[in-house]
């Protein structure tokens, strides 16, 4: 049966988001419905509703940091059950056949990952995201949520969490190295709690030392500020990686220098102008500078229990959806600490 969601969506790429209903599809025999709780607002919804990020279909429903109940399962389901607390993040379907959906890397899937939202699925419909009630989505893009977190505080993990999780994951954060998380926001506060938690020594390198105190109370070991010349010179040589958070452009070969031989610096913002590398900066350390993008869901279920683990949820502002439109804003002046997260029983 058809489900039909309340939602916010977005009618254009320069209007606000407004309350509307959409159709969910029919529960199909591998598919899981779910009653979603709570849905985190990520600074690439609002890239994508802009249509910053390329031209989109309107109206479009943002949202791919989910958390909420099993309410129905396809008849040949076997991963989820009614009652389950799960999660999706930011993707929903991929071919499940080329080699790298076989190896548990679905987000570089060859032909093409599906989103959650704003793109093209496999029935030819429009994937419509978590800032509604209901969501329909085949049992392989599920993800199980443990007990004992918060289904509030989990929800922005299955973007910021697992994008963060991930290269430190397959960088060996870890106990004898020492990490740089740059940017202490949405992802960086992700960051800095899970290096923690591995246990690498963690230093936040912010622009300024306004968050000094939240970021020594989620983990780090040190903090310092970028605007300030002292702090490339005295760290010159010195972290094994570096995650960096920021979507803003920055100095990239400068960031490079902080590395020893053989670190490596790892882009997860996403700014939309490229970032220009000195060669030099990567040639005279045999440094390296790399990218990644999310996790597969392997790797995000790992995320998910060992955050549940060490007790570790993102620190969040829940707001009622209308107050979406004047998250945004606040998003876009760094004005939230450190993820706006909505309660969708606000959208009824």
Known sequence: MTTIAHAYASPSPDGDLVPTTIKRRDVGPHDVLIEIKYSGICHSDIHTVRGEWGPQAYPLVPGHEIAGIVTEVGTEVTKHAVGDRVGVGCMV???????????????????????????????????????ST????????????????????????????????SPLNRWGAGPGKKVAVVGLGGLGHMAVQLAHA????????????????????????????????????????YFDLIINTVS????????????????????????????????????????????????????????????AEHGIGAEIELISADKINDAYERVLSSDVRYRFVIDTATLV
Do not use: W
Not at 139 to 161: N, Q, S
Not at 199 to 228: F, M, N, W
């Open 198 to 237: 591995m246990g690498a020594e963690v230093t936040v390198l912010s622009q300024s030392l306004k968050k000094q105190e939240d970021g020594l109370r989620l983990g780090a070991d040190r903090y310092y500020a970028t605007s300030d010349e002292a702090t490339f010179t005295e760290l010159a040589g």
């Open 134 to 165: 209901h969501i329909v989505v085949t049992e392989d893009f599920v993800l199980r949520i443990p007990d004992g977190i918060d289904l509030d505080v989990v929800a922005p993990l299955l973007c910021a969490g697992i994008t963060t999780y």
């Open 248 to 307: 803003a452009s920055i100095d990239i070969s400068a960031f490079l220098g902080l590395l020893t031989v053989d670190g490596a610096m790892v882009n997860v913002g996403a700014p939309a102008e490229p970032l220009p590398v000195n060669a030099m900066a990567l040639i005279g350390g045999r440094r390296s500078f790399a990218g990644s993008m999310i996790g597969g869901i392997p790797e995000t279920q790992e995320m998910l229990d060992f955050c």
């Open 93 to 131: 379907n991929s071919c499940g056949e080329c080699k790298n959906c076989k190896a548990g890397d679905e987000q570089y899937c060859l032909n093409g990952t599906v989103g959650t939202y704003g793109v093209t699925d496999r029935d030819g419909t429009i994937t419509q995201g978590g800032y």
